[in-house]
């Protein structure tokens, strides 16, 4: 099993690299997109390389979350308190973004391992942002604060046009996944990886883990909720946390899985079907290779049957041929 980093690798690498050549700055203009459509663009001058425009831009929400200013409940708090001086809000945000963000490189601390740690937080800006409402719910867990809409299910997004659901309750947080694949063969995949995936918390080494089950039809938690948000081909797989799972530093790590764990089921079904696809194609040239084996050798054949020639005789030679045997 793989899990899925919540830095950018690739924001990380232009960080450093611009943190490390800034007497030689150069303007700086790229865009790219990672999974789950989550697109950034990083922009930088040469008349002031400590600063840089960052704008990122989330999944479409579906109708049933609730956003504030395009961004998800608690999001700009999160932002402030991650990055505290080095990062500033721009409002409006950059056409087509949900967040712009004005990084100052020269506020960095002067701390090693504290610049490389802010760095990397700067980069997971996906995970600050997008699993804000996710890890103010857990923390109540933690506060053992009794949740205002307790049993009520809270929809948040993670992938375009689809969303998971929080059921907070006093001592616990459910986590239900309605888990949709446009491929018919990554339906079935899904379908097994996640059965067996419920079956493999049940070993004696997975004690402590969340508590997991899956279901081809929506659980009772979820009877609130539109119909329309409820559409999943691969059944729905539910989570149950407690206080246990949130406590100090497992808080991040369990907001992060939790928030990518459909990118992490599509690129073990994904991983699946190639696997598959490389084992058909060995058999099929194994298959091959017999056949090939099974064919009569041509060339031996033609060598060990003697050499017969033939030569088509014409009118006037088989008269020839006639008249002599007469005379015979």
Same mark, same amino acid.
């Given at each position: 099993?793989?899990?899925?980093?919540?830095?950018?690798?690739?924001?990380?690498?232009?960080?450093?690299?611009?943190?490390?050549?800034?007497?030689?700055?150069?303007?700086?203009?790229?865009?790219?997109?990672?999974?789950?459509?989550?697109?950034?663009?990083?922009?930088?001058?040469?008349?002031?390389?400590?600063?840089?425009?960052?704008?990122?831009?989330?999944?479409?929400?579906?109708?049933?979350?609730?956003?504030?200013?395009?961004?998800?409940?608690?999001?700009?708090?999160?932002?402030?308190?991650?990055?505290?001086?080095?990062?500033?809000?721009?409002?409006?945000?950059?056409?087509?973004?949900?967040?712009?963000?004005?990084?100052?490189?020269?506020?960095?601390?002067?701390?090693?391992?504290?610049?490389?740690?802010?760095?990397?937080?700067?980069?997971?800006?996906?995970?600050?942002?997008?699993?804000?409402?996710?890890?103010?719910?857990?923390?109540?867990?933690?506060?053992?604060?009794?949740?205002?809409?307790?049993?009520?299910?809270?929809?948040?997004?993670?992938?375009?046009?689809?969303?998971?659901?929080?059921?907070?309750?006093?001592?616990?947080?459910?986590?239900?996944?309605?888990?949709?694949?446009?491929?018919?063969?990554?339906?079935?995949?899904? =379908? *097994?990886?996640?059965?067996? !995936?419920?079956?493999?918390?049940?070993?004696? @080494?997975? %004690?402590?883990?969340?508590?997991?089950? $899956?279901?081809?039809?929506?659980?009772?938690?979820?009877?609130?909720?539109?119909?329309?948000?409820?559409?999943?081909?691969?059944?729905?797989?539910?989570?149950?946390?407690?206080?246990?799972?949130?406590?100090?530093?497992?808080?991040?790590?369990?907001?992060?899985?939790?928030?990518?764990?459909?990118?992490?089921?599509?690129?073990?079904?994904?991983?699946?079907?190639?696997?598959?696809?490389?084992?058909?194609?060995?058999?099929?040239?194994?298959?091959?290779?017999?056949?090939?084996?099974?064919?009569?050798?041509?060339?031996?054949?033609?060598? =060990? *049957?003697?050499?017969?020639? !033939?030569?088509?005789?014409?009118?006037?030679? @088989?008269? %020839?041929?006639?008249?002599?045997?007469? $005379?015979?």
């Amino acid at each position: 099993m793989i899990l899925l980093q919540s830095p950018s690798r690739y924001l990380l690498q232009i960080l450093y690299n611009r943190l490390q050549n800034l007497e030689k700055a150069v303007e700086l203009d790229c865009q790219w997109v990672e999974f789950d459509d989550i697109r950034y663009h990083i922009q930088g001058s040469v008349k002031t390389p400590n600063v840089l425009l960052l704008s990122v831009s989330f999944p479409i929400p579906p109708p049933e979350t609730i956003l504030f200013g395009g961004l998800p409940l608690g999001a700009l708090e999160a932002i402030k308190a991650a990055y505290g001086v080095v990062a500033q809000i721009l409002d409006p945000p950059r056409d087509g973004f949900n967040l712009t963000l004005k990084l100052n490189l020269a506020k960095l601390p002067s701390d090693e391992e504290q610049k490389n740690a802010l760095l990397t937080k700067i980069a997971s800006v996906r995970e600050v942002v997008m699993g804000a409402p996710l890890r103010a719910v857990l923390k109540q867990l933690v506060t053992r604060t009794i949740p205002p809409d307790q049993g009520k299910p809270i929809a948040l997004v993670h992938r375009p046009n689809e969303s998971f659901f929080l059921v907070p309750q006093a001592d616990k947080v459910t986590v239900i996944f309605p888990m949709r694949f446009s491929d018919s063969i990554d339906t079935v995949l899904a =379908s *097994s990886f996640l059965q067996e !995936f419920v079956e493999a918390r049940r070993t004696a @080494g997975l %004690n402590n883990a969340p508590p997991c089950l $899956w279901s081809p039809s929506p659980p009772e938690e979820l009877n609130e909720v539109f119909t329309e948000a409820l559409s999943a081909n691969a059944g729905f797989v539910s989570f149950v946390i407690f206080s246990r799972h949130v406590e100090g530093r497992k808080l991040d790590r369990t907001v992060w899985n939790l928030s990518t764990f459909h990118a992490y089921v599509n690129y073990h079904v994904k991983c699946t079907e190639c696997f598959m696809h490389t084992r058909m194609r060995r058999q099929v040239e194994s298959l091959i290779q017999a056949l090939d084996r099974a064919k009569p050798d041509t060339e031996k054949a033609k060598k =060990s *049957s003697p050499s017969r020639s !033939f030569k088509r005789m014409s009118l006037k030679d @088989g008269n %020839n041929s006639l008249g002599s045997r007469s $005379w015979k």
